[in-house]
């Protein structure tokens, strides 16, 4: 089996015309070119491409443009897997082809649709997702693992019955395809969830019985499978996660431990299975965003300052936000090349998304800019895929 450069070699040394092959405009494809491929790889258990190795070959398939990633997933199962794997991304990644995108979830005015929005690294809308599969629901988690979109649980209304669910749904960027995977152990809403060193954790919430839960469980992408780890120390809900580190933090929200919103910081180590707690965390959290290893934070009594947590020292940083528009304007996070977008949830005359850039010169931090979605903002991930 030949190593990545060497097959980077082959492939430069034999002048391979497969990739342009794919940047043809969409009409020259026939059938029978399509009817070829399958009839090349339509085993799972054959060569990606018979007569190259399969690491040269996910190469090949790697440099082609990212549009024509859904054909080619429909060409066959083999190519179809090597398009889902998280090997893939790391291909792309080596050739320098990953792609920064911008997941918003966005309300029309009305109050009543909701639709996922895809912006590139510039800001331009450039593609409406297909609709979430499943009934519609509120209080669901929202996680990105290995490029993938996960949409996890939630509380929905059925013919007038409401009920929490474990559903969990992933949308492949690559693909621009949905599709289910296993349940969560627990139904829940109202819940924590993030991404720590490639596992997808879901913490707390509401049950089926409206219950608050004390209740952890982990997903593992390799055995494509959810299992309960420790559990809290006492019930949590409506917080929210974020790894920082390699550790898992969960904060804000409230406890059966405390009168009101809670300030304990719950965080979990992989390593060691086990949870610790610190006292000084942010209560009534509106926005949450984790960029340069930092995490930010807005709290609902304070709309001006962004609360900077630096998991190094447990320590935090109030920056002031400056003002645009409305006074009373409250923001929802974004992240876009290295820079935390505040989108407004008003809209003020006059109004510009607000960009902070930490690693900007001091003074120069705050900037204006274009990107804005087309509808309210309910949240948003950054997907690189």
Known sequence: MLSFESGKRRLTETNMSFSTSFTQDKSTYS??????????????????????????????????????????????????????????????????????????????????????????????????????????????????LNGKLFVMAGYSVIDGTGSASADVYEYDSCLSSWSKLSSMNVARFDFACAEVNGKVYAVGGYGKDGDSLSSVEMYDPDSEKWTLIESLRRPRWGCFACGLEGKLYIMGGRSSFTIGNSKCVDVYDPERHSWCEIKNGCVMVTAHAVLEKKLFCMEWKNQRKLAIFNPEDNSWKMVPVPLTGSSSIGFRFGILDGKLLLFSLEEAPGYRTLLYDPNASPGSEWQTSEIKPSGLCLCSVTIKA
């Open 31 to 144: 059938k029978s070119n399509l009817l070829l491929a399958s009839a090349v790889a339509d085993d799972i258990d054959c060569p990606i491409l018979p007569g190259l190795p399969d690491d040269v070959a996910k190469y090949c398939l790697a440099l082609v443009p990212r549009p024509y990633f859904p054909a080619m997933g429909a060409v066959c199962k083999k190519w179809r897997s090597v398009i889902k794997s998280k090997e893939f991304l790391v291909v792309r990644k080596l050739a320098g082809l990953l792609e920064e995108w911008l997941f918003v979830l966005t309300m029309d005015s009305q109050g009543k649709e909701s639709h996922w929005e895809v912006m590139d690294c510039l800001g331009n809308r450039c593609q409406l997702l297909p609709p979430m599969p499943g009934p519609m629901k509120a209080g669901f988690g929202v996680v990105v």
